[in-house]
């Protein structure tokens, strides 16, 4: 748990920074944390090749690969079931196109705005973000909880980028490689889903 604590301390860190601070523009127009996610996945990249076990664990596991990013997706949307009967104002449709981010956010609610509502879009991306930051603080937890795929699905599309980092501290580095296959497969599916849940 004192990993979840910095994380968020850091996090805090920053808003509070963010608010409060007097930065001068950028001398470059450029996203920083874009390149800073570049060098966490290089990094973890270097981790995982050089680890010949993570490489086995893919081929041992084969196809089976596959049943995980089911699970999330069948788990997120038994949730949202679950959560809509406490929820006024949204549809069924509109909940499960929510849930259909997966903690993409970005993505997600880009395109809930641009297809439906920004009211739509706003819920999607604190949705998600929510997702991802529950991933974060509680991966540890949930290890214990519910084993260590839990923060693997749990992180949802984010567990091949921003949620590595916590998952393969809390689950291990041999969840590396599956954490990644799933976060691919999650993140290649975000926009069809949402979009046909929305056009169904």
């Known amino acids: ?11 805090v860190a920053g808003l509070l920074l963010g608010v409060f601070g007097n930065f001068a523009p950028l001398p470059f127009e450029s996203d920083l944390t874009k390149y800073a996610l570049y060098l966490l996945m290089f990094l ?23 049943l995980i990013p089911l699970a999330t997706i069948l788990g997120t949307f038994s949730g949202v079931l679950l959560v809509m009967f406490f929820v006024e104002n949204i549809s069924l449709r509109e909940g499960l196109a929510v849930g259909a ?18 009211a739509l879009g706003v819920v999607a ?13 509680l991966a540890p937890l949930m290890v214990i909880i519910f084993g260590k795929l839990g923060p693997v699905t749990a992180a949802g599309a984010t567990s091949m980028d921003t949620s590595l980092p916590i998952i393969t501290t809390a689950s291990g580095k041999d969840f590396a490689v599956i954490a990644l296959v799933h976060g691919i497969i999650l993140t290649l599916l975000v926009p069809i889903l949402v979009t046909f849940i929305m056009w169904v």
């Open 1 to 11: 748990m004192l990993l979840s604590i910095k994380i968020l301390l850091f996090f």
């Open 44 to 66: 973890v990249g270097i981790s995982i090749g050089a680890d010949s076990k993570s490489l086995q664990l893919i081929r041992h596991q084969g196809t089976r690969l596959l």
């Open 101 to 118: 981010g997966f903690g993409y956010y970005s993505l997600s609610s880009i395109i809930l705005s641009e297809i439906h509502s920004d």
């Open 125 to 137: 991306l604190l949705a998600n973000v929510i997702r991802e930051l529950i991933t974060l603080l």
